[in-house]
């Protein structure tokens, strides 16, 4: 999100900020925390996106984990095996495996070639790991310090330590 707001690829939410978000509910969601409006402002930009998607990310698992028919699937782990993650969740949904979606599933998940931002192909375990490389040390830092804050860290088992 902060390379497509870098590039002008969202509208931005209110005038006088350059989140392309609503700040009103993830400054009182991260109040609700303990960081009120002035440190919420005090914040690097990274920290700021950090809270918006704790506190989207936070009630939709709240919202998943109490539904029987609903599965929680983590980015990354979908990339790195597209194939199997695919296969379970049709199963889970009571629908077939068939030939097309093998097929669909490797040529969008294998695509070396794609620089699309919103682009289906591409290499997928390339696209989700990319912020590791591209992502300045002190975002990565503002980001895992919000995230290690979070009951989301478990999902993930680098917010445990900072990577500079």
């Given at each position: ?87 379970d969740l049709l199963t889970f949904c009571g629908l077939a495996w068939n030939a097309q ?47 290690r804050q979070s009951p989301l860290r478990q999902f993930w088992n680098d917010t445990q330590?900072?990577?500079?």
């Amino acid at each position: 999100v902060m390379r497509g707001n870098r590039q002008g690829r969202f509208s931005l939410r209110e005038a006088g900020t350059d989140m392309p978000f609503d700040e009103a509910p993830t400054v009182r969601f991260a109040a609700e925390r303990g960081v009120d409006n002035a440190k919420f402002q005090a914040l690097p930009d990274a920290a700021k996106y950090a809270w918006d998607w704790v506190r989207f990310n936070e009630t939709a698992l709240r919202t998943l984990q109490a539904l029987p028919n609903a599965r929680i699937v983590i980015y990354e782990e979908l990339c790195a095996r597209p194939t199997e993650i695919a296969r379970d969740l049709l199963t889970f949904c009571g629908l077939a495996w068939n030939a097309q979606t093998q097929t669909f599933i490797e040529n969008s998940t294998h695509d070396a070639n794609s620089t699309g931002y919103f682009a289906v192909f591409r290499d997928s375990i390339a696209a989700a790991e990319r912020w590791r490389t591209t992502m300045l040390g002190e975002d990565r830092d503002a980001v895992m310090s919000v995230v290690r804050q979070s009951p989301l860290r478990q999902f993930w088992n680098d917010t445990q330590t900072v990577s500079v």
